[in-house]
């Protein structure tokens, strides 16, 4: 069976690791609409259309294979998959079994430069959102959660969620700018910042329930709308997550 055609440009000649741009540029074609969920193409095409070595792009595609965005077939080839909206929810399961109890435990324990660390990555965010900077503005939220997690004093569940968002990321499922903007996810994360700040344990936790929720289902909407599923969000929510 022939390839399919790869309208994509050459990497840019860069010091950083070529791997790391490969799954940017894979992640890039694909919302785009310049790489298409099902079609065959192959390791070699891919390697040539970025100019670069098929070693990268092989460890490109493996790292994407883990979590599912592609599927490899013999000869090389390979195939673009869609997220499923059962496993993004599966996702949010998890992080909110890990990151409600967190977040309480945070606030119960916070003091003055836990307080002033989470305002001012929540200002670094804000920066961010004004520059429209999706990627800084994600690398600051992360490192938001981060730190709440830490201060919970749960190495392992540190680790798990950070495992989970880096899935999610290479799942290429983000909200930000499709069904709601960088402003709008800044203020979810306002209340669970003041709640920590005053050591409000109750209200951190609601706050990052909802948070999470928000973020979870619009994830899983947006999976249901890419594959063209009748599926009800809130039936697959209440099922894997209750």
Not at 1 to 22: C, I, K, V
Not at 27 to 54: C, F, H, N, W
Not at 85 to 91: F, G, L, N, R, Y
Request: proline share 4%.
């Amino acid at each position: 069976m022939a390839h399919a055609a790869l309208d994509l440009q050459p990497l840019a000649p860069s010091t950083g690791r070529r791997m790391e741009q490969a799954i940017a540029a894979v992640r890039a074609a694909i919302d785009e609409g310049r790489m298409t969920p099902g079609v065959k193409y192959s390791v070699y095409q891919l390697a040539e259309a970025l100019g670069i070595s098929r070693t990268p792009v092989r460890e490109a595609l493996l790292r994407l294979e883990e979590v599912g965005v592609v599927e490899f077939e013999a000869r090389q080839g390979f195939r673009i998959l869609l997220p499923q909206p059962k496993e993004i929810a599966e996702i949010f399961a998890v992080r909110l079994a890990l990151e409600l109890p967190a977040v309480r435990r945070a606030a119960q324990l916070a003091d003055h430069p836990l307080g002033a660390e989470l305002q001012r990555e929540r200002r670094l965010m804000c920066d961010a959102a004004a520059a429209g900077n999706e990627q800084l503005f994600s690398h600051h939220d992360l490192r938001l959660h981060d730190l709440i997690l830490s201060a919970a004093d749960n190495e392992r569940a540190r680790s798990i969620v950070r495992s989970l968002r880096e899935t999610t990321r290479l799942l290429g499922a983000s909200t930000a700018d499709k069904t709601r903007t960088l402003d709008d996810i800044d203020r979810e994360h306002r209340p669970i910042i003041d709640a920590i700040t005053v050591g409000d344990a109750a209200t951190a936790e609601s706050a990052m329930r909802i948070h999470l929720t928000n973020t979870g289902k619009l994830l899983v909407r947006q999976a249901l709308r890419a594959a063209e599923s009748e599926q009800c969000v809130d039936q697959i929510w209440s099922a894997t997550i209750g």
